[in-house]
């Protein structure tokens, strides 16, 4: 990370990984070839990556006695770059998700999702190629913080008796039976994520920002977070954006026509339009005017929802790429959205496209931006040609039913 806050990326970086468990070692295979070969192509040699396995999940528990050692965290932490595949949710005490853990130590804010359609995915969208977004889900915060306590206990008690003797609440349906979760959404970490998102949008010429929140309802929370929102984009990007909060301000003093006047001179102008949505409404807005949205900032628990939601327009969880990063401190770790789909491990099936496309996004964030588009368009091809894998094979009326690491051939030939 360069002292100005931007990436520094050598030509020979050295990139740890983890295969993962179920089909993560299958999908990994298929797509580390594509990623040599496109890299290759793109840079005749001069740039190259230098794969480091790194052990985490089951693989490593049976050869360490631990899930996720501490010699491949300080290896995430000193590369800065990293891949992985899915890893198995230890079940019972210890460690609650790997993931999760990586997401904390890390301190991975964004978990960064772009949902797009590829010519001849089966969909169950009339016009999927209408859908082009790109999620940024906060990724540290929200009722996902895992503050929560159990009826029974007396942590639960302790916090009732605060809630009801000290701060008066009323409303405690049934309180003898109540369990609670808390749900922290600060300022700052909102800041960060809006503020990224709103960068994102600038930095790839991208129409708008929109704010999925239910503001309406948790006002000092979600609704908070529209706010800060606005306040960031008006503030720290005045000039380069224009929010639907001043278009409102301009109707009031100025009127309806003056504000939509407005607002078409900046959109034309390359400034990115900042709005927001109810996220209720929005999931039913992405599927009936999907091309009015395009970067989507949200909360923790919406943005879980809306990705998997979102990935379903576009062909489902095979195909769905994502990233968890810190844009702060360089800390990136790229992942499948998918799991370890353990029924199908080691059959050499599943669909590699959701590793390999979040490949593409890790030299899109390094900066190697043409083999990351060589890959884009050879698995855009290889779709087209209708040669894929079972999960989309099964959903289409023709094709070549092809292995894992038969797609990943097929994608190195098509670039
Ligand atoms: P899953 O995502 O592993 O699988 C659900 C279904 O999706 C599979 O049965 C399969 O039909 C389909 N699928 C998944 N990946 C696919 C691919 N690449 N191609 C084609 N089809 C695919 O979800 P699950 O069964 O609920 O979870 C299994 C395990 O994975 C659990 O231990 C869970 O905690 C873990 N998990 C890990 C991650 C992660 O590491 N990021 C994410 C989610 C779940």
Not at 99 to 105: F, K, S
Request: net charge negative; with cysteine.
């Amino acid at each position: 990370m360069g002292s100005n806050g931007k990436l520094e990326v050598p030509h020979h970086p050295i990139i740890p990984f983890i295969e993962g468990d179920g089909i993560g070692p299958d999908i990994w295979r298929a797509s580390v070839r594509v990623f040599d070969a496109a890299i290759e192509k793109a840079y005749f040699g001069e740039r190259k990556i230098h794969w480091l396995k790194v052990l985490a999940g089951e693989e490593s528990f049976r050869q360490t006695g631990e899930w996720m050692p501490e010699a491949t965290m300080q290896a995430f932490k000193d590369y800065l770059i990293a891949i992985k595949g899915p890893l198995t949710t230890p079940v019972g005490g210890g460690i609650r998700s790997l993931n999760v853990a990586l997401r904390q130590e890390l301190d991975l804010y964004v978990c960064l999702r772009p949902v797009k359609y590829f010519e001849g995915t089966p969909s169950p969208m009339w016009q999927p190629e209408k859908v082009n977004m790109v999620i940024f889900r906060e990724n540290t915060e929200d009722i996902y913080a895992g503050i929560e306590y159990m009826t029974g206990t007396p942590e639960a008690e302790k916090l009732k008796h605060f809630l009801v003797e000290e701060m008066g609440v009323k409303k405690l349906r049934f309180p003898d039976t109540t369990s609670f979760g808390i749900k922290p959404v600060s300022k700052e970490g909102s800041e960060r994520l809006i503020r990224s998102a709103i960068q994102y949008a600038l930095d790839n010429k991208l129409p708008s920002v929109t704010i999925v929140h239910k503001g309406n309802i948790m006002k000092f929370t979600e609704g908070a977070f529209k706010n800060w929102g606005y306040d960031l984009a008006e503030n720290e990007f005045a000039g380069e954006v224009y929010t639907w909060r001043q278009w409102e301000k301009t109707k009031e003093e100025s009127g309806e026509a003056v504000a939509n006047e407005e607002m078409r001179i900046s959109a034309m102008g390359g400034k990115v339009i900042i709005k927001d949505a109810i996220a209720d409404n929005f999931l039913q807005q992405a599927l009936l005017n999907p091309q009015d949205y395009s970067v989507i900032a949200t909360l923790n628990l919406n943005g879980d929802y809306i990705s998997d939601a979102l990935a379903a327009q576009v062909g489902g969880i095979g195909i769905a790429p994502g990233a968890n990063i810190n844009y702060l401190t360089g800390h990136a770790v790229f992942e499948a959205t998918h799991g370890t789909a353990p029924r199908f491990a080691n059959t050499n099936t599943m669909n590699p496209s959701s590793v390999i496309l979040s490949g593409v996004m890790m030299l899109e964030y390094m900066g190697w931006r043409d083999a990351a588009e060589l890959i884009t368009n050879a698995v855009g091809k290889t779709i087209r040609n209708k040669t894929v894998t079972i999960d989309f094979y099964n959903l289409m009326k023709e094709g070549t039913l092809l292995k894992t690491s038969e797609f990943g051939d097929e994608v190195v030939r098509n670039m």
